[in-house]
């Protein structure tokens, strides 16, 4: 099963997609320091705690875009942060520019772009309001508006679109480690759903031939002491065989096919004083289909002991339609009323599992007070 384990990659593919942002978001702090010149040193650390506080928020904007997820509130107050910051930068940069500079349309670009990447909604506004007070600024501090805004929006969209093709592509990867991993739940599913049917089918047919043996013994124990310890001993050997039989089960080991099948259910059937009639010449079953009619066999003689009366069973297979018919008939259906199904599980999964294998199978009363456990097989569903 370690063939299906989902592959782990050694680096977080969500850390390397960050990192290429921050990388590429990293021009966001270039362009407002060499495009502005604080008069004073004081003024350059006021500055420069301005724009740590600056690209901390923008990094904070860009984590909540590519963390599976988030809350939106969580990446709302992360791009509220940020254009906070922006908003505190406005005046220092616009005042401090270099002639001829915009080195807060660069600010607002980059502001831009990481919000649209967090929430495609609140970036339209964003863009809007940084947007307008990259006009509003050149105006007021006489720079040019058209080349405020074209940086602005400019920016904006090529580290938007930059940033959208890195975050699809993470998305691509999360959804292939989303299938493999429900892959892995469905094989473990039906592996676990194999284990039980083996185990209901071993389990529950051989346990059925321990109970019956040990109720005979018990009455043979003051009457035929002899035979009472053969058929103990014949107990203990079952019990052993089943104990295996699990075993194998539990590790998809479990192989019986229809002869060996049908031979031990005529065994056990007289054992219990049943008068048992067997019609089956194997060589009409494809191998591909010998377990699951081996299956059938075992559910059926294992129902006949437990809930029946039954003093003849027949296990016939006729090659006669599009393929061969197995059929299972005894009569000691008691008070079970013809055309009602019975109850319980076994019967079912059994269907269920002849189905998925391209056969039909059909448990129910017939005629004369009997009853009937028909499986019908189908070329297409066998693979002969």
């Known amino acids: 099963m370690s063939r299906f384990r989902p592959h782990r990659f050694p680096v977080s593919p969500r850390g390397v997609v960050l990192g290429a942002l921050l990388f590429t978001n990293g021009w966001a702090l270039v362009f407002p320091v060499r495009l502005a010149r604080p008069p004073s040193a004081a003024l350059w650390a006021a500055y420069g705690v301005g724009l740590a506080l600056f690209a901390g928020a923008l990094a904070l904007v860009l984590r909540a875009a590519v963390t599976p997820a988030p809350s939106p509130r969580t990446r709302l107050r992360s791009i509220g942060l940020l254009v906070a910051v922006c908003l505190g930068l406005w005046v220092p940069t616009f005042v401090w520019a270099e002639p001829g500079e915009q080195p807060w349309a660069w600010v607002a670009g980059f502001a831009i772009g990481a919000s649209a990447l967090g929430v495609p909604r609140a970036g339209v506004l964003v863009a809007a309001g940084l947007s307008s007070l990259a006009v509003i600024g050149a105006v007021v501090f006489d720079r040019a508006a058209v080349a405020n ?6 920016t904006g969209v090529a580290t938007w679109l930059a940033g959208v093709v890195l975050v699809w592509l993470l998305g ?3 959804a292939a480690e989303a299938g493999r991993d429900a892959e892995a739940g469905l094989v473990v599913a039906q592996e676990r759903l194999r284990a039980s049917r083996e185990l209901h089918d071993v389990l529950g047919h051989q346990l059925g031939i321990i109970a ?6 018990a009455d043979l124990a003051g009457t035929d002491p002899g035979r009472s310890r053969a058929e103990s001993e014949e107990i203990r050997a079952i019990a052993a065989a089943t104990l295996a039989d699990a075993r194998r089960a539990v590790h998809g080991e479990t192989v019986a096919d229809l002869a060996t099948q049908v031979a031990s259910a005529e065994l056990v059937l007289r054992s219990a004083g049943i008068e048992t009639t067997v019609e089956v010449d ?11 009619l081996a299956a059938v066999v075992r559910e059926a003689v294992t129902n006949v002991l437990r809930h029946s009366e039954a003093r ?15 059929a299972i008939v005894n009569d ?3 008070s079970v009323a013809a055309g009602v199904p019975p109850s319980g599980t076994g019967l079912a999964s059994l269907a269920a599992r002849c189905a998925a294998e391209g056969a039909r199978l059909t448990a129910g009363p017939i005629a004369d007070g009997r009853f009937e456990v028909k499986v019908e097989l189908t070329s297409s569903g066998t693979g002969s």
Do not use: F
């Open 312 to 326: 003849t069973v027949s296990i016939a297979l006729h090659g006669n339609g599009p393929g061969p018919t197995l």
């Open 172 to 174: 691509l990867l999360w």
């Open 282 to 292: 194997t060589t009409l079953v494809p191998a591909s289909a010998s377990q699951l």
């Open 332 to 334: 000691g259906t008691g």
């Open 149 to 154: 805004l074209g940086i602005a929006l400019g």
């Open 212 to 217: 019956l043996k040990a109720e005979l013994a």
